[in-house]
């Protein structure tokens, strides 16, 4: 068969992409990077679909928790305990086993001043990073990457493991990778002709036309370092082949091959338990507990515990009372967790919110979220609250 | 600029590209305007009929027994957004008046709504189709009554007593003076003038009397017994309405990212003189000789749905299954009727990121070839159940529930015919002029072609095509 026979379609394919690896691997031999020092590392777990917190972190001997949730309530005698009055939801085992190890932090009464009660409008204002009347076009996390990354040149300095995007980690200038999956990724990002294209971003100096070829060459470079860091470390834990426990697992075999990478971010869900709540996050949390256990050993046996933060998170809590359908309808505020080996304050860092004052039948926040990302960002991530969140709010000491 | 590229600027902008009869045989910009401007107002779109809304209105839903049998109803209706929404897109993709359906598309994100009704949004939608070319002031008025508009906004709960600011607060911030040119006080003043404003279950407007706060307001500098009629036109009356909206309309019709405040000023005079004339307005853009200079060419990133309409009117394609055009939105990061927020899509260097360029270069050889694309968007809207992340099948060791894009049958014939009488050497540059918007370099152009497949003469125009679809310039209007 003649050459030009060959359909051209083949040069960009997944298949002529994998026969092109081991020749490029062969090129160069791939060598982990060295330990970084003081590199610390944040893992965001969004809690798609708002999670109930008061199923979560549980009041157990509150009367009004129980006369609230004739059925939904957990019995004092099944929660996994944490004080008199607070007990764990019991899918989450391998939480309580960090609680009790110092490894977790239990943030509560986490939210905002006029809380939004639709799932879009709300997880907006926690991605941005606004207050409940702003709307912002970039995320917390995006414009983190902007003040970092002023001049310099990073592979991939934050990552979402999915196929699209979030708001979150979208700066002006700067944005995550999302990358659900490094080797089919990496297979459609690096064909020949893309490469080819990369490499003349330097020419390109139009605004618009000179961002594309800048994200490009971004990409393809950030893709062909995920796809050969990826390979340095095997993992010695099983993760679950769930969603959450496959995107875990990429997470831990970046950090243990040293990635440059400071932010990883996955979501779980959907936690809107309108009806039937009870087996459905019992099964979500059953998943996120069982990714997260080999996830944890993963760090520890490569002494990576102490620089990694796991940070949850939903875009709202749920009312107090129950539905008529063994369910619950959108709330306000929230528990966030916290863990790492790192902490300054493992536990309960505050009470539950009073479930006898209640804002027509919603939790009252104590604390607002943009506090905790100010102390995420200062004191784990070395940045700036204010420059990413346009304001000052007072930090927290969980770390 | 020659004829022929203000000829595919022109239609890169007042539509969704160039057709390729325009571009074979150009024409002065007066006879080109004349045929974009229809004369009459377009018929609306029905997706959802009345009948359809009958079985799931609000008293529909009453009448039914159980929480768990009104979810599953609600979820139900909630899917036909879909119809609505492919029913518009397919009405871009075959339109003979395309800047209708593009100047509506701005409308839409600057009159964002995501309510998961679409009975109200198709409402809506017609709304601002018949008024996308007529007058500014009309259609203001008409979507602030509007269920959708209502609805969103919360004007709903807007009552004397309870006075809600949400529909108040935006209609200045975002429809139309722009964040800086009202206080907090004339917020709260519009609100009150705002009470009552509702709608019944059909989706009528109503004005509930015993609701609306009858007092006296100041606003704006005013004093009167202002109701909401009278507020959106003080609204009207304002210079600064022109001026916003202008500055949007130019942003969206000619620069992402540079505005020329001096053109601007001049367009929102003459837009404010003749009482919001948008046909005018535009047609006062189409013509200005600061519009068709090469640095316009490309100053826009074509917007995920301007991609996937241009697509289709490139070349003829079937989509077997519809749901690939509803996914391919999601993956790119524009749904119709699903705004991000009250603020509409930001647009611009927004649209692009290392994943969606991917996906847009990806396209091409997806849908007019025969590369898989193995993506799953997000699923956003946690009511609709299951998101992909929720992996129980996963567990069991089925398939996730990715969603493969299903490849189109695509009618080359009229395209190929176009360019096979070309002679060969010329139809690389020929196909990057009639493809691209921006231009190319040489050595660009000569990259490209050699990863062309010269086989057969229909091989290579194709290949060309596809490959001049992927570079980053493609993204441009």
Known sequence: ?399 | MDLLQKNKLLYSRAGFGIALRDYQQPRPIDAALADLFPLAAPTGLEAVTEADWQQYSPDAMKAMGSEADKKEKQKEFRKRTKDINLMWLQQMVYTSFPLVEKTALFWHGHFATRINNPYYDQKLLNILRKNALGNFGDMLRQVSKSSAMLQFLNNQQNKKLHPNENFAREVMELFTLGRGHYTEEDIKEAARAFTGWAHDGNGDFVFRKRQHDDGLKKFLGREGYFNGDDILNILLEQKQTAVFLTQKIYRYFVSDEKTDEKHVKELAASFYKSNYDIAALLKEIFTADWFYKESVAGAKVKSPVELIVGYQRLLPMQFTNTKTLYSLQRLLGQVLFEAPNVAGWPGGKNWIDSSSLVVRMRLPEVLLATQDLDLSPKDTDPEMGEMHHNTTEMQEGAKPTNIKMARPVVDWDAYLAAWGQTRKEDLPALLADYLLVPGITAQQLRETISFADHFTDTDYIRSLTILLMELPEYQLG
Not at chain 1, 5 to 28: C, D, E
Not at chain 1, 129 to 149: N, P, V
Not at chain 1, 234 to 250: C, D, E, M, N, V
């Open chain 1, 1 to 399: 068969m003649p050459i030009s026979r060959r359909k051209f379609i083949q040069v960009g394919s997944l298949a002529s992409a994998s026969l092109m690896l081991p020749q490029f691997l062969r090129g160069f031999q791939y060598q982990a990077p060295a330990q970084r020092s003081n590199h610390k590392i944040l893992v965001v777990i969004q809690l798609s679909g708002g999670n109930d917190g008061l199923n979560t972190v549980v009041p157990y001997r509150n009367d009004i928790y129980y006369k609230s949730r004739p059925t939904l309530a957990l019995p004092a005698d099944k929660i996994l305990t944490l004080t008199d009055d607070t007990g764990l939801n019991p899918a989450l085992k391998g939480l309580k086993q960090q609680y009790d190890d110092g490894h977790l932090s239990i943030i509560n009464g986490v939210g905002y001043p006029d809380p939004n009660r639709s799932h879009f409008r709300s997880m907006d204002i926690w991605q941005t990073g606004s207050t409940a009347s702003e709307m912002l076009t970039t995320g917390w996390l995006g414009r983190y990457l902007d003040t970092r990354s002023a001049g310099q040149q990073h592979n991939a300095l934050a990552i979402e493991v999915d196929d699209t995007l979030s708001l979150a980690l979208k700066g002006d200038e700067r944005s995550a990778l999302a990358v659900q999956n490094i080797e089919t990724f990496h297979a459609a990002a690096t064909t020949p002709y893309f490469k080819k294209i990369a490499s003349h971003a330097d020419e390109h100096e139009e605004k618009l036309a000179g961002y594309l070829y800048k994200t490009l060459a971004e990409t393809t470079s950030a893709s062909d370092y995920l796809y050969q860091i990826n390979k340095v470390k095997a993992t010695g834990q099983t993760y679950p082949t769930t969603g959450i426990g496959k995107r875990l697992k990429t997470i831990g075999a970046l950090i243990n091959a040293n990635a440059e990478t400071q932010v990883y971010y996955v979501s779980h869900g959907s936690f809107d338990t309108h009806v039937g709540q009870a087996d459905r996050q019992t099964r979500l949390f059953t998943q996120l507990d069982d990714a997260l256990t080999p996830f944890i050993a993963d760090l520890k046996a490569n002494g990576k515990f102490e620089d990694v933060l796991i940070m949850t998170f939903s875009e709202f809590g749920r009312r107090v009372e129950q539905n008529a359908s063994n369910g619950t309808d959108h709330g306000t505020a929230g528990s966030m967790f916290m863990i790492g080996g790192s902490l300054k304050k493992p536990g309960l860092y505050n009470p539950l919110p009073n479930l006898s004052m209640l804002d027509a039948g919603d939790l009252e926040h104590s604390i607002d979220f943009k506090q905790v990302y100010t102390t995420v960002l200062e004191k784990w991530l070395q940045a700036d609250g204010k420059a990413v969140l346009g304001r000052r709010y007072t930090g927290l000491d969980f770390i």
